[in-house]
């Protein structure tokens, strides 16, 4: 609640197919990506919602 998913309008049970063009085929494939470095770094997600592919903007943040 309240986080970076949901401000990009992420949504439980979406599927992340892609971030920044680079595909994502699972959990460490995003902290992967989520590096420090992309923190506060504006990129597209694609992503799949029931029977519709998303592109969002989303700005990962640091963990809490």
Do not use: F
């Amino acid at each position: 609640k309240g986080g970076p998913a949901a401000s990009a309008r992420i949504e439980a049970g979406d599927l992340l197919v892609s971030i920044g063009g680079v595909p994502i085929e699972g959990p460490d494939a995003l902290l992967r990506y989520l590096t420090a470095e992309r923190v506060g770094e504006r990129v597209e997600a694609v992503l799949l919602r029931g029977d519709s592919r998303l592109t969002l903007a989303v700005v990962p943040a640091e963990r809490a």
